[in-house]
């Protein structure tokens, strides 16, 4: 019997166990430098998420009532949750707050996706002031991901700030429908519509053109600062530094190998207000996420700070690192022993270092067998004493096998 929705779907054998070693990695990780567990409810007001996020990202909500009659949404969006719970929970000489979490979110997919739930792991540092956070942010990103074997995934840096400034005071609906174009990776459409815009000048169209293209090392920041220092609408040394500065702090963390810019690079969520990024498991790899600085909401709530977070599929993440964790070291078949024999022995293992898994099948080859198709290290026949390594032959004694070379410690 199904009792799955479409849209929806459960996840387990070694793709679960994979992401919730991923899971608890990052969380530790982000422990170590101050940020604390975050468990957001799993309802949002329908009346906040329609405020902050974009025309695109409210149409894909999750809509619902609470029993109580209020008009919600499935979380959409774990940074509403996160400023949600600074107003309501801390005061301004209690800032910065850091936390963390490994949550799920809700929205209509998009084709070809078609999951309407996805779990994100990530932080969210809150309320600071001040140079430094996004470096530390985006710095506690890529140590993460090489923490998890990643060591070639790459951040795209953009700044959510510089488009609108581009844009500013361009006629109609233009400046509306090329952030749309940008957001679309409609490239093709963009340059059309730059092309066919008879209110821009020239100059300015020569700039707008060439903005999507406007990606790759760092040192592309220089051709940008050349083309935007002629631009009617900008200060092209001020509209830059925010990411120059950035670029430059990973660089000298040991992360330039690993940093891209890209300047016509738009998140669609809505809120950001600075630095933005994604981030891929390799330079032609998968989207793993993203994240950005979004301090326009803080302020709407009269906190006049910043705030900086990301957010990873946990999923993708799985599926790309490198995970450390492997199958089951040992499984342990007692045979006619009563069952507290097998218990004692394993939490003996358990108590050394190793994983277990108990087997209570009737049959010693069904046993033996399993342990092979889990791809255990070793099988353990209590009854007769005896273990054997499935990779290699080697036999041992049971009580010794904490002993064995290549075993104690794992």
Same mark, same amino acid.
């Given at each position: ?11 387990? $054998? ?18 170590? #430098?101050?940020?604390?567990?975050? /468990?957001?409810? %799993? ?18 909500l999750v809509?619902? @009532? ?12 774990i940074?509403? *949750?996160?400023?949600? #719970? ?42 600071? %002031? &001040? ?42 609906g ?27 000048? %020239? ?12 990606? +790759? ?7 940008? $600062? ?8 900008? /200060?092209?040394?001020?509209?830059l ?30 809120? #950001?207000?600075?630095?933005?990024? @994604? ?15 979004y ?6 709530? &009269? ?5 900086? +977070?990301?957010?990873? @599929? ?12 492997? +199958? ?5 078949? *007692?045979? *006619?022993l ?6 004692? #022995? ?6 050394? +270092? ?12 069904? *046993? ?5 198709r889990? $791809?255990?290290?070793?099988?353990? /026949? ?6 054997? /390594? ?15 070379? &290549?075993?104690? $410690?794992?």
């Amino acid at each position: 019997m199904n009792l799955t929705p479409r849209g929806c779907s459960g996840i387990g $054998g070694e793709l679960a166990s994979c992401m919730e070693d991923c899971r608890n990695r990052t969380l530790r990780l982000f422990a170590s #430098y101050g940020y604390n567990p975050f /468990n957001p409810a %799993e309802f949002q007001l329908l009346e906040g998420a329609m405020k902050s996020l974009s025309r695109r990202h409210r149409q894909r909500l999750v809509t619902v @009532n609470s029993p109580f009659g209020e008009p919600c949404c499935l979380r959409a969006d774990i940074t509403l *949750s996160a400023i949600s #719970y600074l107003a309501s929970h801390y005061s301004p000489e209690e800032f910065p707050l850091r936390l963390s979490y490994a949550e799920r979110v809700f929205a209509v997919p998009r084709p070809p996706k078609e999951n309407l739930e996805e779990t994100q792991v990530g932080v969210e540092l809150l309320g600071w %002031e &001040g140079a430094g956070a996004d470096v530390e942010v985006v710095a506690l990103l890529l140590r993460a991901l090489g923490k998890l074997g990643l060591g070639e995934s790459v951040v795209v840096l953009g700044d959510a700030s510089i488009v609108p400034q581009l844009f500013a005071g361009l006629p109609g609906g233009l400046a509306g429908l090329l952030v749309e174009q940008l957001q679309e990776g409609a490239y093709f459409d963009y340059r059309r519509t730059v092309d066919s815009a008879a209110e821009l000048s %020239e100059g300015d169209r020569d700039i707008l053109r060439e903005l999507p293209s406007l990606k +790759g090392a760092p040192d592309v920041l220089a051709r940008a $600062g050349e083309l935007f220092a002629h631009f009617s609408r900008s /200060n092209a040394e001020q509209l830059l530094r925010p990411l120059a500065d950035l670029s430059s702090s990973l660089e000298r963390l040991g992360y330039g190998g690993r940093v891209r810019i890209d300047l016509g690079f738009i998140r669609d969520l809505g809120y #950001y207000s600075g630095p933005v990024f @994604n981030v891929y498991a390799t330079p032609e790899g998968g989207l793993l996420g993203g994240g950005g600085r979004y301090d326009w909401i803080l302020a709407e709530m &009269g906190l006049s700070c910043q705030a900086v +977070g990301f957010g990873l @599929n946990l999923r993708d993440l799985a599926l790309a690192c490198k995970s450390e964790k492997g +199958g089951t070291d040992v499984l342990i078949w *007692s045979g *006619s022993l009563p069952a507290d024999r097998a218990l004692l #022995y394993a939490r003996a293992l358990v108590d050394g +270092g190793l994983s277990v898994e108990l087997s209570w099948k009737l049959e010693e080859k069904s *046993s033996r067998d399993l342990a092979v198709r889990r $791809g255990c290290r070793w099988w353990v /026949n209590l009854e007769s004493g005896g273990a054997e /390594n499935l990779a290699t032959g080697e036999r041992a004694a049971a009580d010794e096998l904490a002993k064995i070379g &290549g075993v104690e $410690g794992c």
